[in-house]
């Protein structure tokens, strides 16, 4: 009796243990595929593709959205308009610089363009005032319509150029960084506003019988004061690292790798490639970081008038700051090109070096 209940015990073993193993592999395999998700979302959360998709899938709704409310917006009177508070809403969107909604809106209700916000400001003229370059590019659309909007003045007499005088929003100079690159913004902003102008508002009085040139010095003097200050501390780093790298550079011109041949005083390896490109690179780095010396002096010397924060010491600044990341390139191909010369053909000290010398 024994042996046959362990036959039987046996026999169930050998029928239960597939329906087991099958269940096992099942759970198993879907707990792979589960971890694999897992681990495909996060990758992606971490790559920013997620994000990019749900932004996508907002703008895709949003916009079927504006149009369902711009078709409803052309069927209304001008008491229903009214009662919507329409131009409340287009006036907003302007700045706030949402270019499609102030585009759908205008197919929608052509004079809305006309309208004016509670300080009798129209659509350009808020956009320059909020410093929406999106909104205020639709302007170069208008061709012959241009003039109409060109001599509007708010409820304080101000024109498009004493708007554009006037100091950026903080949120919008936060987006610049360096207040030297804010100064340049605001001077874009007044010279591109000016070029569109009549003569005669360069000189137009407000309500406060202030011309545009005189808001914009009013208003940006603490502007020029923190760029200038700007300017010069970085200008004052910059020259004390140029001034390292030419130190070593024009040193390591002299103190060749192996040295010279006593009798002729030439170098030792002066017939290798690697010695050549030790040479080249070595020169390269000392007139670039010179160039740059130059250019930081030259910031660090400006006199910092309103005009010179447009293109003068910004054009300095970017040829001393490339100058500059150029010789710290050429230092580091002169540093391997003196290791490849006095390891002779040791790759397996030379590649890792190199690869390392590539990460700055």
């Known amino acids: 009796i024994p042996m ?11 029928i239960n243990m597939p329906h087991q193993s099958l269940s096992e592999s099942k759970n198993i395999i879907l707990q792979v595929l589960s971890k694999l998700r897992g681990f495909a979302i996060n990758l992606l959360a971490f790559l920013g593709i997620k994000q990019i998709y749900d932004l996508k899938k907002i703008h895709i709704y949003s916009d079927k959205i504006l149009r369902c409310m711009c078709e409803y917006i052309s069927t209304l009177d001008y008491e229903e308009y009214i009662k919507a508070d329409v131009h409340r809403a287009f006036h907003k969107a302007a700045r ?10 205008v197919k929608a209700c052509p004079h809305v363009m006309t309208s004016a916000d509670g300080n009798a400001r129209n659509l350009f003229m808020s956009s320059i005032a909020n410093r929406q370059e999106k909104v205020f590019s639709l302007f170069y659309g208008l ?4 003039a109409r909007f060109v001599c509007l003045m708010d409820i304080s007499r101000n024109t498009m150029l004493h708007l554009a005088a006037k100091l ?62 700007w ?40 017939d290798e490639k690697s010695f050549t490109v030790f040479i080249v690179a070595d020169a390269i780095s000392l007139f670039s970081s ?22 003068s010491l910004p054009t300095k600044l970017i040829i001393g ?19 490849i010369i006095m390891l002779d053909g040791r790759l397996q000290v030379i590649i890792p070096i190199v690869l390392l010398a590539t990460i700055p």
């Open 4 to 14: 046959q209940s362990i036959a039987t015990t046996d026999d169930n073993v050998r």
């Open 96 to 105: 706030n610089g949402m270019v499609e909604f102030i585009i759908e809106v």
């Open 143 to 146: 061709e012959s319509n241009r």
């Open 168 to 229: 950026s929003p903080p949120s919008q100079l936060a987006r610049i960084s360096g207040a030297a690159l804010q100064m340049q913004r605001e001077l874009q902003w007044y010279k591109e506003v000016e070029s569109i102008v009549n003569p005669t508002d360069k000189d137009f009085l407000n309500q406060n019988d202030q011309t545009p040139r005189e808001i914009f010095t009013y208003d940006h003097k603490d502007l020029v004061v923190k760029g200038e200050q």
């Open 231 to 270: 300017m010069k501390e970085a200008a004052t780093s910059c020259t004390v690292v140029g001034a390292l790298i030419i130190t070593i550079m024009f040193t390591v011109a002299f103190t060749v790798p192996g040295g010279n041949v006593q009798e002729t005083g030439y170098p030792v390896f002066k």
């Open 290 to 311: 010179s160039t740059s010396e130059l250019m930081f002096l030259g910031i660090l010397t400006s006199r910092y008038a309103e005009e010179d924060f447009l293109k």
């Open 321 to 339: 700051l490339s100058m500059l990341f150029f010789s710290i390139a050429a230092m580091m191909v002169t540093f391997c090109a003196a290791l």
